[in-house]
């Protein structure tokens, strides 16, 4: 297979054009046809990831709130170098390991003292 034509990001649709060359043996490819295609830019090893709804968004940037000694609860100011809808994952503010606040950030402030509580599907049971 070989790509050509740089690819520029369409930001009214979020796309990418690119043509390929490839070979159509088993003719399941028709001219003219779309096909969605996931490229693998990188891989990060050992990175530190956080559930996506760890990451609070606000005026000063991105930050988490993390779980300490005692349950009490401290805001860190972290940079995300990636996320999609369910996973983060954090270049600098957070060390692996560290638990973090996932649910009910509104409801809390740095100082506070948490209750750690089993996901909603192990407590359903």
């Given at each position: 297979?070989?790509?050509?034509?740089?690819?520029?990001v369409?930001?009214?649709?979020?796309t990418v054009r690119?043509?390929?060359?490839f070979?159509?043996?088993?003719e399941k490819?028709w001219?003219?046809?779309f096909?969605?295609?996931?490229l693998?830019?990188e891989v990060r090893r050992?990175a530190?990831?956080?559930p996506n709804t760890?990451i609070?968004?606000?005026p000063?940037?991105?930050?988490?709130f993390?779980?300490?000694a005692h349950?009490?609860v401290q805001?860190r100011?972290?940079?995300v170098g990636?996320s999609?809808?369910s996973?983060?994952?954090?270049d600098?503010?957070?060390?692996?390991?560290?638990?973090?606040?996932?649910d009910?950030?509104?409801?809390i402030?740095?100082?506070?003292?948490v209750?750690?509580?089993p996901?909603?599907s192990?407590?359903?049971s």
């Amino acid at each position: 297979m070989s790509l050509i034509g740089p690819g520029l990001v369409n930001v009214a649709t979020a796309t990418v054009r690119y043509k390929a060359t490839f070979d159509n043996t088993d003719e399941k490819l028709w001219p003219g046809q779309f096909v969605d295609v996931r490229l693998r830019l990188e891989v990060r090893r050992d990175a530190v990831t956080v559930p996506n709804t760890a990451i609070v968004r606000g005026p000063d940037g991105t930050y988490a709130f993390v779980i300490g000694a005692h349950n009490v609860v401290q805001k860190r100011s972290v940079k995300v170098g990636f996320s999609n809808s369910s996973l983060a994952v954090v270049d600098d503010g957070l060390e692996a390991g560290e638990r973090v606040v996932t649910d009910g950030q509104y409801r809390i402030q740095a100082g506070t003292v948490v209750e750690i509580l089993p996901p909603a599907s192990q407590s359903a049971s």
